[in-house]
Nanobody
Framework: QVQLVESGGGLVQAGGSLRLSCAAS????MGWFRQTPGNEREFVAG????????YYADSVKGRFTISRDNAKNTVFLQMNSLKPEDTSIYYCAARGRLSLMNVRTKEREYDYWGQGTQVTVSS
C-alpha cells in the first residue's frame, strides 16, 4: 500500500503564503486536489514522476507552484497570494499506473490519497 503523509496546512490571511508537503512511500506521478463541503474534488496541480512536466488549474495558475524532491519522495505545493476562495481541504494524490509523460487532471486517474490538510484563508 502506498502511504502519503501531508503537512503544512493552516490559517493565513489573504495575500499570504503556505507551503504544503506530501511525503510518499515511492516515486510516482503526483497531484494536489482540493475539496470543500458539498462540492466535488477539484484538481489543483500535478507533476510527473521525474518533474519534467507540471500543470495547473486556471484558478491557481501564476500563484501556486508544484515541485518535488525525488531524493526524499516528497512533493510540495507552494501557495502564494492566497485568496479566501482557496479555503479548502487539500489532498495529495499518487498515480500508481504507468506514467504517460503528461499530468493527469481527473480524480479517477489517481490511485492513492493522503488524509487531507485544512487550508483556511481569511479576508
Amino acid at each position: 500500500q502506498v502511504q502519503l503523509v501531508e503537512s503544512g496546512g493552516g490559517l493565513v490571511q489573504a495575500g499570504g503564503s503556505l507551503r504544503l508537503s506530501c511525503a510518499a512511500s515511492g516515486r510516482y506521478d503526483m497531484g494536489w486536489f482540493r475539496q470543500t463541503p458539498g462540492n466535488e474534488r477539484e484538481f489543483v496541480a500535478g507533476i510527473t514522476w521525474n518533474g519534467g512536466s507540471a500543470y495547473y488549474a486556471d484558478s491557481v495558475k501564476g500563484r501556486f507552484t508544484i515541485s518535488r524532491d525525488n531524493a526524499k519522495n516528497t512533493v510540495f505545493l507552494q501557495m502564494n497570494s492566497l485568496k479566501p476562495e482557496d479555503t479548502s481541504i487539500y489532498y495529495c494524490a499518487a498515480r500508481g499506473r504507468l506514467s504517460l509523460m503528461n499530468v493527469r487532471t481527473k480524480e479517477r486517474e489517481y490511485d492513492y490519497w493522503g488524509q487531507g490538510t485544512q487550508v483556511t484563508v481569511s479576508s
